[in-house]
């Protein structure tokens, strides 16, 4: 088994950074990969800027910091609070839940009484953070003020489960990746914002960078739970290969020779079709004339929920297989 440093992805997923507000992460990062970088720097839309030169190929590697969040839309006189979901929610997860703002201060979300079922919506939903009044409430948040869920890093066996795994685990194995690598092509790693909102910071960062290549790392859903959607991936059975998403859909030559280099290295792997949602290879894949893109996908249980849980298995596979297919570029 490799030698990975969980505890770092401990603290990644209780590092606060919801979409637009990834600071506190690219921070973290930033100071872990200097001793190995050759340059490091932020965009305009706060993308952190990894390199390392290199002669070869421009290769980008993306995983996304923010994760799934909640921005404040009213405050009532009451002092609670209505808000919006930053990415997509299951509605039906969320009463109970507790979430923590910037300044440290947690809410509990609550539910309106309803008179019908169908009336369950998010517009149903509110905060209460123990405020008494508007007056109250606004000593310690305001509108356009932004949340994230509780959810504390917890292991058992070679399972993991916390709050923002999707993708702080992204983050992690490249993260891991980059300092393992003894690649001599040119590493562009950009850990990108606004994912979760329409891949937004891949975006920019792709039609910069121009790349010769693009490797995505994100979570991706498993069918293994009880009457789950018919899913061919499960936990611990290795890292995803993708095929399919809405955003993307992977080219022969790509998928081809990321399974051959799994393969020729004996990596466990699952080819991945997943039938909803996309990665930042979505839009890299689309950016100036076209980037022959893949995505390394780790398996993960209950995404967009403050207890996803993954396999310290897949995550190993999938850190041999980013750091292969970077010493192992396609002709």
């Not at 979430?99 to 509990?108: E, K, L, P």
């Not at 309803?114 to 606004?138: C, H, M, N, T």
């Not at 917890?154 to 993260?175: N, P, Q, T």
């Not at 249980?301 to 403050?306: A, D, E, F, N």
Request: charged residues 25%; glycine residues 10%; hydrophobic residues 40%.
């Amino acid at each position: 088994m490799m030698d990975l440093d969980f505890a770092m992805l401990r603290q990644l997923t209780q590092l606060f950074g919801p979409s637009g507000s990834e600071g506190k992460v690219a921070d973290f990062i930033a100071a872990q990969l200097s001793p190995y970088a050759n340059e490091l720097r932020t965009d305009i839309l706060g993308n952190l800027m990894v390199k390392r030169y290199g002669t070869g190929k421009k290769i980008m590697v993306a995983a996304h910091m923010d994760e799934i969040g909640l921005m404040i839309t009213y405050i009532d006189e009451k002092g609670f609070l209505r808000f919006t979901p930053l990415g997509f929610l299951h509605t039906s997860n969320l009463v109970g839940q507790r979430v923590r703002f910037v300044n440290g201060r947690i809410g509990t979300i609550g539910l309106e009484k309803l008179d019908r079922p169908s009336d369950f919506k998010v517009q149903k939903l509110y905060i209460d953070i123990g405020a008494q009044s508007r007056e109250d409430a606004e000593q310690v948040v305001y509108v356009g003020e932004t949340a994230v869920f509780v959810g504390g890093y917890e292991e058992s066996g070679s399972r993991i489960m916390a709050k923002a795994l999707d993708d702080r685990i992204g983050c992690f194995v490249a993260m891991e990746a980059f300092k393992r690598t003894k690649s001599t092509h040119q590493l562009e790693f950009v850990f990108t914002v606004q994912e979760e909102i329409g891949t937004r910071g891949a975006k920019t960062a792709s039609y910069a960078l121009e790349p010769d290549l693009a490797i995505a790392v994100d979570v991706t859903v498993t069918g293994d739970t009880p009457k789950a959607n018919n899913i061919s991936v499960s936990l611990g059975n290795g890292v995803g290969i993708k095929l399919y998403d809405r955003s993307m859909v992977t080219s022969p030559q790509i998928k081809q020779w990321m399974a051959a280099v799994a393969e020729e290295r004996r990596i466990p792997f699952q080819w991945e079709v997943l039938e909803f949602g996309g990665t930042d290879s979505g839009a890299i894949h689309l950016s100036r004339g076209g980037v022959p893109s893949g995505v390394i996908s780790i398996p993960a249980r209950y995404v967009h929920s403050p207890a996803e849980m993954i396999d310290k298995h897949d995550v190993e596979a999938a850190v041999q297989l980013l750091v292969a297919l970077l010493e192992q570029p396609r002709e």
